[in-house]
């Protein structure tokens, strides 16, 4: 996890320290989870699970603003397919993330 993910339209870092997968949201101006920040976020969370130095992992807001929600510039919008079955089956994990 020591590879800073990051989507164009909403970024997302992640890095890890003593065991703890730290992951901070920057999509201002109030850090909303529209789709590509959902996208990031999930990449950010698989790469913290496939790292078998993380334990635990800590979400935080880049800025002061915590994300509350959705992004409502997105609302009515058609939703992208951000993630699909991996071929293995439906277990936690078990999901590749597709290009937005």
Do not use: C, W, Y
């Amino acid at each position: 996890m020591d590879k800073v993910v990051k989507d164009a339209t909403a970024p997302v870092g992640g890095q890890q320290r003593d065991g703890i997968g730290l992951i901070a949201i920057d999509s201002p101006p109030v850090d909303a989870l529209g789709h590509g920040a959902r996208a990031a976020l999930g990449a950010a969370l698989n790469q913290a699970v496939a790292d078998g130095r993380v334990e635990t992992v800590v979400l935080r807001a880049a800025d002061r603003t915590f994300p509350a929600g959705a992004d409502i510039r997105e609302f009515g919008k058609p939703v992208p397919l951000l993630a699909r079955p991996t071929e293995s089956g439906g277990g936690f994990g078990d999901f590749e993330m597709l290009a937005l």
